[in-house]
Every structure is written in C-alpha cells, then in structure tokens.
C-alpha cells in the first residue's frame, strides 16, 4: 500500500493543491491521510474536494482534540500508516512520476531532493535503528525535531549513518514557508518565540553549546 502523510495547519490552500497534483500520479497513492491541525473543517472540505478519485483513493482526515505538534503528528503516521508512506508538507506538489522515484531507493529514509523532512519515506527499518521524533524538542509545535533526527542519524554528517538515507531527484516542488505566509503578526513573534525556546532544547540534548556560540 501507497499512503500519503499530511499535516495541515493553516494552508489549505496548498493543501489543495497538493491534491490537484496527485490526479496524474503514476502510480497512485492507496490512501491519503491528513491530520488537520487548524481544525477548520470548512477549509478542509474544500481542498478535499480537489482529492483523486476517491475509488482509486482512499481519503482519512485525522481531527485531534488539541493540535499536534509536528513531531507527533509524524510519529502518529509511523504508529498508524503501515509502509509505504510518504509523509509531506501541506505545501508540497508532487510530479506524476515523484512517488515511483522516492519509492524505487531502497534506503531506509528517502528525502526528496532539496525538500528535507518536507518530503521524504521512511520505512519501519528506518524508526527500529533510529527511534521515532523527539517530541520534547519542540512540545506542541515544530522546530528542530529534523536537525534532531540528523544528529541521530549521523552526528550531521560527523560519523558513520545509524541507517541508510538518500535524497532523490523526483520532480517535488516545496513552497518554503508557506504555513508562515498565512500568519498574523501575532503568530510570527509567537513562532520566533518557539523557534529560540527549541533551539535550546536541542543545545542542550546534543551539548551543541560550543557548535551555537
């Protein structure tokens, strides 16, 4: 089975046009599954509306009482979404051969190309060697749970991998800070907030404080 993995905050707008992007794809996914962290169910119903065939597709929406931040949400896939799954950005659009290419690498952590943790496979192989995300690095929203992951995975490039990883060429297009686009001014102080209290955290677990100064 081909499952996509979506967390949606604020753009459902790239959400939809996500979906739009997956009426040509070769193969199709099996399933879609979107955590909906904004919780706006109007907005959502109208990106899914842009979802692929539903008999081709199947599309589960995931409405959690409180949001999640994004190292859970993504640890909820890999507890929940059996392989193959592809876990994405909401801002993210695929080309219709992206999922044959990321697929086709054998490794355990596939990125796509340039996109980072925005677009990548993982594969159970992968969480036995490496463990699933921190969610105390960043309780309750996202920063800094991928840099976390590097560091386990390779020390950032310092030794030898814990699993194998590979980024692939596949034809994804990531819109770079789309979900901070659709923020008030409020929300972005709020983030820069965040973003310095994880950075921290993140120091601190890996003794990073010479790397940081």
């Given amino acids: 089975m081909i499952s996509i ?5 604020r753009r459902y707008d790239t959400l939809r046009d996500l979906l739009i992007s997956l ?6 996914p099996d399933k879609i599954a979107v955590i909906d962290n904004g919780r706006n169910a109007d907005m959502l119903r109208v ?23 994004v ?10 979404i059996p392989e193959e799954r592809i876990i994405s950005n909401d801002d993210i659009t695929f080309a219709p051969d992206s999922i044959a290419r990321l697929l086709a690498s054998p490794a355990d952590l596939v990125w796509a190309k340039g ?8 594969r159970d192989a992968c969480v036995r060697k490496i463990g699933y995300f921190d969610e105390e690095i ?5 920063y800094y749970e991928d840099e976390d992951y590097l560091q386990r995975l390779d020390g950032r490039g310092t030794r030898e991998p814990s699993a194998i990883a590979e980024a692939v060429e596949c034809g994804v297009r990531h819109v770079h800070s789309a979900t901070l686009k659709a923020a008030t001014h ?3 102080m709020e983030h820069h907030r965040r973003f310095k209290i994880a950075q921290g955290n993140y120091i601190k677990k890996h003794k990073l404080e010479e790397t940081f100064k």
């Fill in 71 to 80: 190292a859970e949400s993504w640890n909820w896939f890999l507890k929940n």
């Fill in 186 to 188: 409020a929300q972005i």
């Fill in 138 to 142: 960043s309780p309750g929203y996202g």
């Fill in 23 to 28: 009426h040509d794809s070769d193969p199709m």
């Fill in 115 to 122: 996109c980072g943790f925005a677009c990548y496979v993982i």
């Fill in 5 to 9: 993995c979506i967390p949606v905050l």
């Fill in 47 to 69: 990106a899914i509306m842009a979802a692929p065939d539903r008999r081709r597709t199947t599309l589960d929406v995931l409405t959690p009482n409180v949001p999640m931040g």
